[in-house]
């Protein structure tokens, strides 16, 4: 819906094709995603082409009308795999969001969109869940997959840290990285000696204490867990 109001009055109502183009009254063919696939970028857009058609002294109001809703296939490690409907501006968040949630093996790390003639693109959710930064703003497609592959390494931290949890192993597995991914120390840690348990090559389970301090780059593998006891314990046992 847009308005043109100052120099110009006037008020449309046009449609997005499904090719992208905008069909627009006494300037011609626009390509919706010129500037980008967000809605933010489309009113930019299209404030632009206005001012360039009728000149600085147009005013532009753009709004959303009615959106048509395009069919996404959910695959891998979703509790309901299959097909849901979304507005045709919505991202890969709003298909997580519309989905019924992940089973405890589905990856978070490794999130593919698959799009038909294009190579596929991974996405790491951990800057979303950790520090707010959402790394899949682009507009979903009619007939994309969003796959959720399975877990391929990860760890559980337990204990005196912000947020114990199992967490997705990456590139960057050391144990200052894995610390800091599950919020830190609290003030009762006993970073002195935190626990590692690890099981060998025969499944035997081995214990080894881990200075922190000494040990921050110390790298962690699949499988392992780590326990931040408390200096409250400490006391108590002494």
């Known amino acids: 819906e847009i308005q043109l109001f100052g120099k110009k009055n006037a008020g449309y109502t046009i449609k997005i094709g499904r090719n992208g183009i905008i069909q627009f009254p006494q300037i011609g063919p626009i390509?919706?995603?010129?500037?980008?696939?967000?809605?933010?970028?489309?009113?930019?857009?299209?404030?632009?082409?206005?001012?360039?058609?009728?000149?600085?002294?147009?005013?532009?109001?753009?709004?959303?009308?009615?959106?048509?809703?395009?069919?996404?296939?959910?695959?891998?490690?979703?509790?309901?795999?299959?097909?849901?409907?979304?507005?045709?501006?919505?991202?890969?968040?709003?298909?997580?969001?519309?989905?019924?949630?992940?089973?405890?093996?589905?990856?978070?790390?490794?999130?593919?969109?698959?799009?038909?003639?294009?190579?596929?693109?991974?996405?790491?959710?951990?800057?979303?869940?950790?520090?707010?930064?959402?790394?899949?703003?682009?507009?979903?497609?009619?007939?994309?997959?969003?796959?959720?592959?399975?877990?391929?390494?990860?760890?559980?931290?337990k204990g005196e840290v912000g947020r114990p949890a199992f967490y997705e192993l990456d590139e960057s597995n050391s144990l200052v990285d894995i610390i800091n991914i599950a919020g830190g120390f609290t003030s009762q840690a006993f970073i002195k000696e935190i626990r590692l348990f690890r099981k060998d090559k025969f499944g035997n389970k081995l214990l080894k204490i881990l200075p922190y301090e000494l040990n921050k780059d110390f790298e962690l593998i699949n499988g392992d867990t780590i326990e931040v006891g408390s200096d409250t314990q400490l006391v108590k046992t002494a």
């Open 31 to 157: 390509n919706a995603f010129e500037m980008g696939s967000s809605f933010e970028n489309l009113k930019n857009l299209l404030k632009q082409k206005t001012q360039e058609a009728f000149g600085e002294g147009v005013q532009v109001s753009v709004t959303m009308g009615e959106v048509r809703l395009i069919k996404i296939f959910l695959a891998g490690e979703f509790l309901e795999p299959g097909v849901i409907f979304l507005p045709a501006t919505s991202t890969i968040i709003d298909a997580l969001m519309k989905s019924q949630g992940i089973n405890d093996y589905g990856s978070l790390r490794n999130v593919t969109l698959k799009r038909k003639s294009k190579p596929d693109l991974r996405y790491d959710f951990y800057d979303l869940l950790l520090q707010g930064e959402n790394p899949a703003v682009e507009s979903l497609f009619e007939g994309d997959v969003v796959f959720l592959p399975k877990v391929e390494k990860r760890i559980l931290v």
